[in-house]
């Protein structure tokens, strides 16, 4: 049925990445963590809120003709858990594996405390250790702040 | 060429909207425009940078089982002034219409002017005079600031 419903919207891409099973709402800071802005010149399609038999619903984004790296989408896990990836040639699946949390979070997510050293003016990117993976916690490794809800709204 | 490359992408949906001829790099900022953020209850189609015949590359937005109304999409004018709106109902185009400019902007565009009523905290929208179209030429109603580039850099 999920499957059913989304060949009812998007057609198989050529080459390229497909990221499924994206929490419902959650494409568009998927798009943020991978850096995909309005000017990619990649071919984007984001799918928004498609029906899925086993969440519900759920967002799918493909990127043509860029083979996205593990360490590029773990970051995904953040904000969508039950991502998964899958790398494709030649519409085939070649390679097929789920987000991993990673064990720190680099330049992606904003300290909560107004007073850290990663929000002030100097050259510091923040930076955070992965401490619990379900729940998400993550405590800044400046200034310790405890970051454990509402992640996605913490994205830089 | 075009509608062609766009099948092989995305397949007609049943009833809905389908925003058209989107300037590449626009599709994020027309969402935004409509209001549709990650926690739509529609399904939302997004395709970036689609090549296209008669623009070399586009941007595509499908919002299934809504029916824009004009006056809800002529401001997406302003950063795709070329964009078309189609009315879907059982598959077939019921409807179709080109943006127009409006002639007010209200509550859509930051003003420049820091100084501007409209960006304190008064509860005032902001409110601008299109007195251009051709590059667009938006006056503000409160202090007179013209703004004349970059106008997506400054959606609210």
Do not use: W
């Amino acid at each position: 049925m999920a499957s059913k419903e989304r060949e009812l919207r998007v057609k198989p891409i050529n080459n390229g990445t497909v990221i499924d099973h994206i929490e419902a709402g959650q494409a568009l800071n998927v798009l943020k963590i991978l850096g995909i802005g309005g000017h990619t010149r990649h071919v984007v399609s984001v799918l928004m809120n498609v029906p899925s038999g086993a969440m519900g619903a759920k967002d799918v984004v493909k990127v043509e003709d860029r083979e996205l790296e593990p360490e590029e989408v773990d970051t995904i896990a953040l904000i969508a858990p039950r991502a998964t990836i899958n790398i494709i040639r030649n519409y085939e699946v070649v390679e097929k594996f789920r987000v991993a949390m990673p064990r720190n979070v680099i330049g992606i997510i904003r300290c909560g405390n107004p007073n850290c050293i990663s929000n002030s003016n100097e050259p510091v990117s923040s930076r955070f250790v992965v401490e619990s993976m379900d729940p998400v916690l993550l405590r800044c490794s400046y200034c310790e702040f405890v970051l454990d809800k509402n992640i996605a709204d913490h994205l830089l």
